[in-house]
């Protein structure tokens, strides 16, 4: 349970932030046009489709921290070294 809170809590990191964002507007918008272009142009925007298309730019933000966040942890694991 503790890594989850430690995962929550890089959500807001300064230094995960800036790439995870440009991932999310990169990534976000991509998927923005796919799934919502087409209502978008066509004035066919509701309620429940503005609340999906925030999940396509916020569902790229979580998966960039967590890869970093991975990251991060495994490179600060003391290394073990094997004795023969």
């Known amino acids: 349970m503790e890594s989850v809170k430690e995962y929550l809590s890089?959500?807001?990191d300064s230094e995960l932030r800036p790439t995870a964002l440009r991932v999310a507007?990169?990534?976000g918008?991509?998927?923005f046009s796919i799934n919502h272009g087409w209502a978008l142009t066509q004035g066919q925007m509701s309620r429940d489709r503005w609340v999906a298309a925030s999940?396509?730019?916020?569902?790229p933000y979580m998966v960039n921290v967590h890869g970093q966040y991975i990251s991060r942890t495994r490179r600060q694991k003391?290394?073990?070294s094997?004795?023969?």
């Not at 999940?55 to 569902?59: H, N, P, S």
């Open 29 to 31: 918008s991509i998927l």
């Open 78 to 80: 003391p290394v073990t």
């Open 25 to 27: 507007l990169v990534v």
């Open 55 to 59: 999940m396509t730019y916020i569902v």
């Open 10 to 12: 890089s959500l807001t």
């Open 82 to 84: 094997l004795k023969t």
